[in-house]
């Protein structure tokens, strides 16, 4: 079998999932894991821990890069940087940079001869796939994205910057009876308060105020001043023993009509245990498709969009003709 070599940059949660995606593909061999920070320091004794400093050494010996750093800082920095030197796969997620993002990789890659493919992921990524199927399919109908139930990273670290408290996390929910509504096939306009629920779970530091703390974090503007938002008090222990996954999900829905008015609907779900290792999973098989079609002559940078489904699998296009149709 055609062993494709990866190669992992950053070693967070999302370069552990990498990892593990890894061991579970046959056709798909771990060469090495790139870090910033000091070797000893990330894993004791792990002989695939190599500094970044080294990256360029390995140009031969990787066929793709999979990224792993954050989307807030790490990958504009790192992804042009390593799509000069080797294919890339990246889960670049903040949704009103892609276009520039992309423009900055499509121009380092097309000048190396390398092949990136970014915003690989479930949102962007297997969402995206979705809306766009859902347009296509029912171009006379409305689309609607809701999120969880899951941790949001971004919420839980406003909630720990508020004065008095210690940890927290914070459930994004998805309202019960809007995604009702939007299963009727009756379209509702919904606004972001009927969409999505904030649950929150805080710790509060010895002898804050509570009440100080709930008000700050339901009135914040931008975080939740728009949800209506639940806040719940617990100790240490129980944030530990009750929150400490990384559970996410969601649904894609498009509802429309066809023909004189028929209705119709597509849905399309995701119940995470594990955000991260569900999105390295999606990375790995994006790598896969990377390298055959970089082996095909392909360079610059490229979407979900533009990869063909057939491609991520390690089955030939005969046997998914046969077993998959
Ligand atoms: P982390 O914060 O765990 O890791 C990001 C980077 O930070 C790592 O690559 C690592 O780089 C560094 N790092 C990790 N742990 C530590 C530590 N203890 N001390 C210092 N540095 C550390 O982020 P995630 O892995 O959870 O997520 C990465 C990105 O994945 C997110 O920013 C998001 O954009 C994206 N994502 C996309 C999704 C999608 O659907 N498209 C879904 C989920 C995530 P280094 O080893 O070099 O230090």
């Known amino acids: 079998m055609d062993h494709i070599r990866i190669g992992i940059v950053g070693y967070g949660n999302l370069g552990r999932g990498v990892r593990k995606a890894i061991n579970q593909n046959p056709d798909i061999e771990l060469k090495a894991i790139f870090t910033r920070r000091e070797v000893g320091a990330v894993a004791e004794n792990d002989p695939f821990m190599v500094h970044i400093s080294k990256i360029a050494d390995y140009k031969d010996e990787i066929d793709v890069m999979i990224l792993c750093g954050g989307s807030a800082t790490d990958l504009a920095v790192q992804g042009p940087e390593i799509a000069q030197l080797f294919n890339t796969v990246d889960s670049f997620d903040t949704h009103a940079k892609i276009p520039e993002y992309f423009e900055m990789m499509d121009k380092t890659a097309k000048e190396a001869g390398k092949l990136s493919v970014i915003s690989v992921g479930w949102d962007p990524g297997l969402f995206s796939l979705n809306r766009l199927l859902g347009n296509v399919v029912l171009p006379e109908g409305t689309d609607y994205t ?90 240490k222990e129980e944030l530990e023993k009750n929150h400490a996954g990384m559970p996410h999900g969601g649904f894609v829905i498009r509802t429309g009509v066809t023909g004189d008015g028929t209705r119709q609907k597509m849905e399309f779900s995701l119940a995470l245990d594990s955000n991260p290792e569900f999105t390295a999973s999606i990375l790995v098989a994006y790598a896969r498709a990377i390298y055959k079609m970089s082996k095909e002559g392909k360079t610059g940078a490229c979407t979900v969009f533009d990869v063909p489904f057939g491609y991520l699998s390690p089955k030939t296009a005969a046997e998914l003709r046969k077993e998959m149709l």
Request: charged share 30%; net charge negative; glycine share 8%.
């Open 146 to 235: 809701f999120w969880g139930k899951g941790i949001s990273q971004g919420h839980s670290d406003a909630i720990r910057r508020v004065a008095g408290v210690k940890d927290g996390k914070q459930y994004t929910v998805p309202v019960e009876s809007a995604l009702e509504k939007v299963r009727s096939g009756s379209n509702p306009q919904l606004t972001t308060r009927e969409k999505h629920l904030r649950v929150c779970y805080v710790v509060p530091e010895e002898g804050a105020d509570l009440k100080a703390i709930e008000e700050t974090i339901k009135n914040m503007p931008n975080y939740f001043s728009d949800y209506d938002t639940e806040v719940n008090f617990i100790t």
